[in-house]
């Protein structure tokens, strides 16, 4: 059975740092694209990026560019989604997902993170 | 805002059909794929490529393209079909990913 467990609800600080993390079973972790969707509150599903953990080729949207980092370890069948300095619109849930194609067709996601940033 | 386009919000009665649409440039040269999320809930693929249903989804849905316009086709709606719809392809560079604004459907 294919599953993506994501690490679990975060309470930061404006200008803290975080890392989240999306882990993968039950398939070829090296094989499937793993995507990173934003949906801040009450609002629609937005893309923010995407690695092939087989060789790290990594795809972000322009409007996350320089925003966050993705990541993957493939040793642990891991993918991560980084922030150096939150700010509060950072605030959302994040969910990732798999494909077996590049930038769309997201077969299998995760149950999501919720990402809290307040003074 | 996005470079897909959806409608806010769409109603049906029970066991009518209803199509849901997403337009954008980029449909004229990619498929778009299609997913359901219910409140509280993580999005469920329900569509994609040409028209290709996932294992598990009800073949009352299906998915069509012309031109810049994708839409999903539900034959049938049932009252758990009530939920959000979102499509997603490729963006106009076709270099990253995009989602659509999303879709309300409220089944009556």
């Known amino acids: 059975e294919v599953q993506l467990v994501q690490s679990g609800a975060e309470v930061k600080k404006p200008g803290e740092s975080l890392k989240i993390s999306c882990k993968g079973s039950?398939?070829?972790?090296?094989?499937?694209?793993i995507g990173w969707v934003r949906q801040m509150p009450g609002k629609g599903l937005e893309w923010m990026g995407i690695?092939?953990?087989?060789?790290?080729?990594?795809r972000y949207s322009p409007s996350f560019q320089g925003q966050v980092t993705i990541s993957a370890d493939k040793s642990i069948s891991t993918a991560y989604l980084q922030w150096s300095s939150l700010k509060a619109s950072d605030t959302a849930m994040y969910y990732c997902?798999?494909?077996?194609?590049?930038?769309?067709?997201?077969?299998?996601w995760g149950q999501g993170t919720l990402v809290t940033v307040s003074s | 805002s996005s470079e897909l386009t959806q409608d806010p919000a769409v109603s049906v009665a029970l066991g009518q059909t209803v199509r849901i649409t997403c337009q954008g440039d980029s449909l004229r040269s990619y498929y778009a794929s299609w997913y359901q999320q219910k409140p509280g809930q993580a999005p469920v693929l329900v569509i994609y490529g040409k028209n290709n249903r996932p294992s598990g989804i009800p073949d009352r849905f299906s998915g069509s393209s012309s031109g810049n316009t994708a839409s999903l086709t539900i034959t049938g709606a049932q009252a758990e079909d009530e939920a959000d719809y979102y499509c997603n392809s490729r963006d106009s560079s076709g270099n990253h990913g995009v989602f659509g604004g999303g879709t309300k459907l409220t089944v009556l």
């Open positions: 690695i092939y953990p087989g060789d790290s080729d990594t």
């Open positions: 039950g398939y070829s972790f090296t094989s499937y694209w």
């Open positions: 997902a798999s494909s077996h194609s590049p930038l769309v067709d997201f077969d299998y």
